[in-house]
């Protein structure tokens, strides 16, 4: 992202940050759309060097908008989903549904007869009991689905407890070691209504380096040599880190994706195995370092010796993942370029102690009302995580590229609000 101060002001791609604030007001998220579509051609780059048939489908829980779904239109990216919300927006823009697969842990009998007769691509089926109710729901529309199964590893990343997903203990995928994943596999094999075209894993969030993924394809590949099963489509999932903060790691992607797909070929050749189509589902990696959030400043409040709390008009509403996660995140004053000398807390106006959005951050000492705030990396599991919590407004969207600024979600109303209301 092109960040950087232009005449005392802080810019992104050119555009004065205040001007766009002014325009469509506090809390605002903005996207830098160059960023999101480079982003989507370094996966595509380092694939295409490998030599390897793959596809390539963007995570739309990270941040869902119709807007963004046509950028990955555009940008030859398929979309994973996990509901029938999800579904619904992606059938609103240029996507085609065939490039779309449903993933989910607990599918509703009314969200599998949608993403049938929406045409999904595949399913990622996650528990036994779902490949026969898939099977029954496919056999009354006539028709063959395709699947693929998501399969539990015993492989932990290193990250956060909530955002792992490949340990023994997950509500995710069926589990290799105590015989649940080749129990489905069999299962889907016998579905007449199902074409089992592979398996997928994911073994969590904010990975910033392969060796946890190529650890699962040794052992995946191993596994289903062993067990004689063939695949069309191995899915790693995705799970690729940014940086939130100096101190974190980005995800290589050119030397991550290499290692990743020289460890599939040579894995495939020891074993002399048929090459499955690789694909991957990134998300934050795509649209997280693109997205920022602005802020105006309301109380500042200091306890002697204690603390600085300098109140900002949004919170946990927009930014969850401070209270979540205990994220750290960093923060740039908008309307003039000064020296970072305090360390302050930025507190959300939600009506809870813990809606903290950065704590011991470093900000000018002279910031005060009605300054403006940047809180960097805000572009994955922000908005897509915003709530109406203290009946706080959703706030507005816009894309900025070098060319122009354009609102692509609108800031909620309170007519909104209570659209829903039976009154």
């Given at each position: 992202m092109t960040l950087k101060y232009i005449n005392n002001q802080l810019s992104i791609n050119g555009h004065d940050v205040k001007t766009i604030a002014e325009q469509y007001g506090t809390p605002l998220f903005i996207y830098d759309e160059n960023m999101i579509r480079?982003?989507?051609?370094?996966?595509?780059?380092?694939?295409?060097?490998?030599?390897?048939?793959?596809?390539?489908?963007?995570?739309?829980?990270?941040?869902?908008?119709?807007?963004?779904?046509?950028i990955m239109q555009e940008e030859n990216m398929g979309l994973d989903v996990v509901s029938e919300g999800e579904l619904y927006a992606?059938?609103?823009?240029?996507?085609?549904?065939?490039?779309?697969?449903?993933?989910?842990?607990?599918?509703?009998?009314?969200?599998?007869?949608?993403?049938?007769?929406?045409?999904?691509?595949?399913?990622?089926?996650?528990?036994?009991?779902?490949?026969?109710?898939?099977?029954?729901?496919?056999?009354?529309?006539?028709?063959v689905v395709n699947a693929i199964l998501r399969i539990n590893p015993g492989v932990e990343a290193h990250t956060h407890e909530f955002i792992q997903t490949g340990q023994e203990d997950s509500k995710f995928g069926l589990s290799i070691k105590h015989g649940l994943a080749i129990q489905g596999i069999h299962a889907l094999q016998n579905a007449p209504f199902i074409n089992f075209r592979g398996v997928h894993f994911h073994i969590g969030s904010q990975i910033f380096e392969s060796t946890g993924t190529i650890r699962t394809i040794e052992l995946v590949i191993e596994w289903l040599v062993n067990e004689n099963i063939s695949i069309d489509i191995l899915n790693i999932g995705g799970g690729f880190s940014i940086r939130y903060t100096e101190d974190d790691l980005q995800y290589p992607i050119e030397d991550g994706i290499r290692n990743i797909t020289e460890t599939l070929k040579s894995e495939c050749r020891k074993f002399n195995y048929a090459l499955p189509e690789i694909s991957l589902e990134p998300g934050r990696s795509i649209v997280g370092e693109a997205g920022i959030t602005v802020y105006e400043v309301g109380t500042v409040k200091e306890i002697p010796h204690t603390n600085c709390y300098i109140s900002i008009d949004g919170g946990m509403s927009d930014h969850i993942r401070t209270a979540l996660y205990n994220a750290k995140y960093e923060l740039l004053l908008v309307n003039r370029n000064e020296k970072s000398d305090k360390t302050v807390t930025i507190a959300g106006k939600l009506c809870e102690s813990g809606d903290i959005?950065?704590?011991?951050?470093?900000?000018?000492?002279?910031?005060?009302?009605?300054?403006?705030?940047?809180?960097?990396?805000?572009?994955?599991?922000?908005?897509?995580?915003?709530?109406?919590?203290?009946?706080?407004?959703?706030?507005?969207?816009?894309?900025?590229?070098?060319?122009?600024?354009?609102?692509?979600?609108?800031?909620?109303?309170?007519?909104?609000?209570?659209?829903?209301?039976?009154?």
């Open positions: 480079e982003q989507c051609r370094r996966f595509h780059n380092a694939l295409q060097h490998s030599g390897l048939k793959y596809s390539i489908s963007y995570a739309s829980k990270a941040f869902t908008s119709i807007q963004l779904f046509n992606a059938l609103q823009s240029k996507i085609d549904a065939s490039t779309i697969h449903f993933h989910g842990n607990n599918k509703t009998d009314r969200e599998i007869e949608f993403a049938i007769l929406s045409g999904v691509e595949y399913f990622v089926i996650d528990s036994i009991e779902e490949i026969s109710r898939i099977n029954t729901i496919a056999s009354t529309l006539n028709t959005i950065a704590r011991n951050t470093k900000l000018p000492s002279s910031v005060s009302r009605g300054d403006l705030l940047v809180v960097k990396s805000t572009g994955a599991y922000h908005y897509s995580m915003s709530s109406n919590y203290n009946q706080m407004l959703k706030p507005s969207v816009v894309f900025v590229s070098n060319e122009n600024i354009r609102e692509v979600i609108k800031r909620q109303t309170l007519e909104h609000l209570f659209a829903n209301e039976v009154i």
